[in-house]
């Protein structure tokens, strides 16, 4: 069956725009998680997405947001970008509420801020 | 506040012997503990898990141990392979935390043949 596919693989913007990524979740799967990998912070979680509610939000500023459609298919959007945004954003998908030994992660975006 | 921390950020094993990496984590409320493996430009992939009610879960090659006393976990590869290398990540989760993950540093792993 086809992975979690996530779009585009590579990005650069420039400080102060905005972008969006998408993640395309295994099909069947309603659970959809965002993570940011850094260099400096490892591996931090954005937000999680159910049944298109968000469930949980990381620690981030306002600028990180997200969306789940009824396809189950979920979007984040980065406004206002800054130079410490560059990251690879990880994408998760997983078929039920509590199911995070079934958490089937995508190649990510590579995003980059100059 | 790191709550899940992995102290080495390197480990280097000969081909064949056994790979040991550790973690260590402060939130009492974990109840759930996840190894995953990272090649470069590659999401994680999923390698083990332990529930907080085992101490012990084994699959192949692979076996995590749980110390809920000492709040430590730790991921045993034997015999370890080229292959192996990678990074490794330790995550946990709380029961009231959905599919949240909190991940560890990471510990690059280097089997040499």
């Known amino acids: 069956k086809a992975g979690v596919t996530q779009t585009p693989r590579y990005l650069i913007k420039t400080r102060g725009q905005q972008v969006t990524l998408s993640c395309s979740p295994i099909?069947?799967?309603?659970?959809v998680s965002w993570y940011q990998q850094t260099p400096g912070q490892g591996l931090q979680f954005l937000f999680e997405?159910?049944?298109?509610?968000?469930?949980n939000k990381g620690n981030f500023p306002g600028r990180f947001s997200g969306r789940q459609f009824s396809n189950s298919r979920s979007e984040m959007n980065v406004s206002t970008l800054e130079l410490g945004d560059s990251a690879l954003y990880l994408c998760?998908?997983?078929?039920?509420?509590?199911?995070?030994?079934?958490?089937?992660f995508g190649s990510g975006t590579r995003l980059t801020v100059v | 506040d790191q709550q899940v921390k992995q102290n080495s950020p390197s480990l280097s094993v000969q081909e064949g012997r056994i790979s040991i990496l550790n973690c260590d984590y402060t939130n009492s409320m974990f109840d759930y503990f996840l190894w995953y493996k990272k090649y470069p430009a590659e999401g994680p992939t999923f390698l083990i898990s332990?529930?907080?009610?085992?101490d012990k879960n084994e699959d192949g090659r692979f076996t995590v141990f749980l110390n809920k006393s000492a709040k430590h976990l730790s991921l045993h590869i034997v015999p370890s392979q080229p292959g192996d290398s990678a990074v490794y990540f330790c995550?946990?989760?709380?029961?009231?935390?959905?599919?949240?993950?909190?991940f560890g540093g990471g510990t690059r792993l280097m089997v040499k043949p």
């Open positions: 099909s069947g799967h309603r659970s």
């Open positions: 995550a946990a989760s709380g029961n009231n935390a959905g599919n949240m993950l909190t």
């Open positions: 998760a998908s997983s078929l039920v509420q509590r199911g995070a030994h079934g958490y089937t």
């Open positions: 332990i529930s907080s009610i085992k």
């Open positions: 997405y159910f049944s298109e509610t968000q469930r």
